[in-house]
């Protein structure tokens, strides 16, 4: 079946630390996006891309960095720079032109 | 710029009661609206949108929103609550034209729960 896969259902981040997440999507998509979801906060755009090697920043980039390297592939990187990383992930696709947007099930993080 | 303000944080039915979840919206240029839905530790899963044309608009589970531009709403309502529809709800906008690309701006969500 299509859609999209995020790994790993939960991550441990220790102070100074990066960690990446992944997200995998075999829908064909050509856009990609990620979101960081809070309590009571709706979701935030961190990052889109709209095609490979390429990627804007969204409302809430800075401490977190990405790369597309393949059309399937969108990893989030949550670096140290990024104070209060501890939240809900959720890494999304579409076809670009369709603004429905397909969600993976989520990553959530949290600081030790 | 847009924004969207979901009014209620919470709302609690009743099994069979209308439900009625509220949303308000500002863009500058026509929107696209939308409503997701997302269960316990998932993904979102869009119940609807509005584009253009229709006004009154069906989704997935019996849910439907009217677009109402003079009140610049899109209210979620559905005649019959269940308890499989106990899940937090989310308003969304975007601007029509090709450059938002999925671009949406969401609501603070609305998590509602059913009694028995």
């Known amino acids: 079946d299509g859609g999209i896969t995020q790994s790993p259902k939960y991550l441990f981040r220790k102070e100074g630390q990066n960690v990446t997440l992944s997200c995998e999507q075999n829908l064909n998509h050509d856009a990609m996006y990620w979101y960081r979801q809070d309590p009571g906060q709706g979701l935030r755009l961190i990052y889109y891309?709209?095609?490979?090697?390429?990627?804007q920043k969204g409302d809430i980039a800075e401490g977190y960095s990405v790369s597309r390297e393949k059309k399937e592939s969108f990893p989030l990187t949550v670096t140290s720079a990024q104070k209060n990383p501890t939240a809900f992930y959720l890494c999304?696709?579409?076809?670009?032109?369709?603004?429905?947007?397909?969600f993976g099930s989520g990553t959530q993080l949290s600081v030790l | 710029a847009q924004s969207v303000t979901q009014l209620g944080s919470h709302v609690s039915v009743s099994e069979g009661a209308l439900v009625l979840l509220r949303c308000n919206y500002s863009?500058?240029?026509?929107?696209?609206l939308f409503w997701y839905v997302q269960y316990p530790n998932q993904g979102l899963q869009l119940l609807l949108k509005y584009t253009t044309g229709a006004t009154l608009v069906k989704g997935i589970n019996g849910f439907e929103a009217e677009f109402k531009k003079s009140e610049t709403s899109f209210h979620l309502t559905k005649p019959s609550a269940h308890m499989s529809d106990a899940a937090e709800y989310f308003c969304a906008v975007s601007g029509s034209g090709g450059t938002s690309y999925g671009k949406l701006t969401f609501g603070q969500g609305t998590i509602l729960t059913v009694h028995p």
């Open positions: 891309s709209q095609i490979v090697n390429d990627f």
């Open positions: 999304a696709s579409n076809w670009g032109t369709n603004e429905k947007l397909f």
């Open positions: 863009s500058s240029v026509p929107p696209y």
